[in-house]
Each structure stands twice: as structure tokens, then as C-alpha cells.
Nanobody, 125 residues
Framework: VQLVESGGGGVQAGGSLRLSCAASGSLFSIRDMGWHRQAPGKQRELVAGWSSSGGSANYADSAKGRFTISWDNDKHTGFLQMNSLKPEDTAMYYC???????????????????WGQGTLVSVSS
């Protein structure tokens, strides 16, 4: 199983982008996923997280009210809808997920931690 991000690009401040994180390969279930970002010269930070337990989501203060994380179980794809983008949102965005490849993995809580390759978001003022 691997994660592949897409949807990044250049946008002006105030604009929107929708990032996708597609899980390919043999996947039974996902325990949780998150979107992280890393700007040049800065540490990677968690922007938004989602848990399959109740479908709860949490956001960094910088993302609250502007970003929405979601997971489409039929498509095995996660999303990060980003609105009202700011220049400080410019970064490489990575998705991360803990997945179970089989039903047995899920029952035994054997989850594989995966990272995508990243997609670049550039917001101009």
C-alpha cells in the first residue's frame, strides 16, 4: 500500500485548493490520517488530523475555520480542502495514514504507517 498526494499548485492569497491523498494497493481499513506541512527552513507540522473512531477531526490553530479534512472510504482517498489561503500556507504538504492491509490486521491492530511523497502548495500575495 502506498499514498499518493495530488492537488497542489500555485494560487493567490484568498484562493482555495483541494489536496487528495489516494491509498493504492491492498487496503482493508484506515485507523487515522493526517495532513502535515513543511515550509523551507521550518519543522514539519501537523495541520489536520482525522480518526476513523467517530470520524473526529482536529486542526492546528492556523488551519481552524479554513481547512477541512475528510476521508472517502469508498475511494480510499483522503482530502484536505483549503480555503482563504495565505502566503504563510506555502509549504510542501504530506499526508500520513495508519492502515490495515487485511481484516486480520485490523482485528489485531496491526497498522502500517505510511507517508506520501508530498505535494507543493504555493500561495502568492
Amino acid at each position: 500500500v502506498q499514498l499518493v498526494e495530488s492537488g497542489g499548485g500555485g494560487v493567490q492569497a484568498g484562493g482555495s485548493l483541494r489536496l487528495s491523498c489516494a491509498a493504492s494497493g491492498s487496503l482493508f481499513s484506515i485507523r487515522d490520517m493526517g495532513w502535515h506541512r513543511q515550509a523551507p527552513g521550518k519543522q514539519r507540522e501537523l495541520v489536520a488530523g482525522w480518526s476513523s473512531s467517530g470520524g473526529s477531526a482536529n486542526y492546528a490553530d492556523s488551519a481552524k475555520g479554513r481547512f477541512t479534512i475528510s476521508w472517502d472510504n469508498d475511494k480510499h482517498t483522503g482530502f484536505l480542502q483549503m480555503n482563504s489561503l495565505k502566503p504563510e500556507d506555502t509549504a510542501m504538504y504530506y499526508c500520513h495514514a495508519n492502515v490495515a492491509g487485511t481484516y486480520l490486521d485490523s482485528v489485531l491492530h496491526r497498522y502500517l504507517a505510511l507517508w506520501g511523497q508530498g505535494t507543493l502548495v504555493s500561495v502568492s500575495s
